[in-house]
Every structure is written in structure tokens, then in C-alpha cells.
């Protein structure tokens, strides 16, 4: 009688243990690792290589923890699909000369939000 009822306990955590295996790292957002952020030339360079559109906020880091965002990030700026946006420093939101680094929030239709880039400011 308990070998019976330890059957179905094995069999669904047998399921539940290969699924987790095979599913496993496999990306859930084609976007993730496609939108990177860098600092050259006074500038962020955002470029997007997925096939969304990527709404992005870029804000100083130390302002980042006394600020509220928009949480409409429709309203953020937007890099295309296979773009590319430059923003200069100054129009970083809380930038000032000689801050070390900046935060790239960014938000798309599929995916949500998402872990903001840090970006270290030269």
C-alpha cells in the first residue's frame, strides 16, 4: 500500500525535476543580452539588436536612489529594433560633471522591465 501511494509522488517529482533540467537557462525574452549600454565620447551608446522596441530611462547613479520613475515607460524614450540612441551626458537625468556611473532602466512590450544596465561614465 505506501509503494502505491510513493509512485505518484516519485513520478511528479521525476516530471518536475527533468522539466526544470530542460528548461532550464533557456531565455524567456528574445530582448535579454540584445540591449547594451556604453559610455564613449561624453555619450551613452544604447544599441538595441532585438526585435523589439526598447523604452530606456537613463538616470546618475546616485540620483537613481532619490528618484521615482515614470512608471508609464511608454512615455521613455525608445531605441527601434536593430537601433541605435546617443544621449549625451547632460541630458542623464541627475548627471553631473564627474559622476562615475549611470543607470539604463529599460522596459519593452514583451518582456517587461528589466534589470537596469550600469554603465561606468569616462
Not at 522539466?19 to 556604453?38: H, I, R, S
Not at 565620447?41 to 526598447?54: D, V, Y
Not at 538616470?59 to 528618484?67: H, W
Not at 541627475?94 to 512590450?109: D, I, K, M, N, T
Request: a negative charge.
Amino acid at each position: 500500500m505506501v509503494k502505491l501511494l510513493l509512485m505518484p509522488v516519485l513520478l511528479l517529482a521525476t516530471t518536475t525535476l527533468s522539466l526544470g533540467a530542460c528548461c532550464c537557462g533557456v531565455p524567456t525574452d528574445p530582448a535579454e543580452g540584445k540591449f547594451t549600454a556604453e559610455a564613449a565620447g561624453g555619450e551613452l551608446i544604447l544599441r538595441n539588436q532585438s526585435e523589439q522596441t526598447i523604452h530606456y530611462f537613463a538616470v546618475e547613479e546616485e540620483t537613481a536612489a532619490r528618484v521615482d520613475l515614470d512608471f508609464e515607460p511608454r512615455n521613455w524614450p525608445a531605441v527601434p529594433p536593430a537601433g541605435e540612441a546617443r544621449v549625451q551626458y547632460a541630458a542623464i537625468a541627475g548627471y553631473v560633471p564627474g559622476a562615475q556611473r549611470a543607470l539604463v532602466h529599460w522596459w519593452s512590450e514583451q518582456g517587461g522591465y528589466r534589470t537596469p544596465l550600469e554603465v561606468e561614465l569616462r
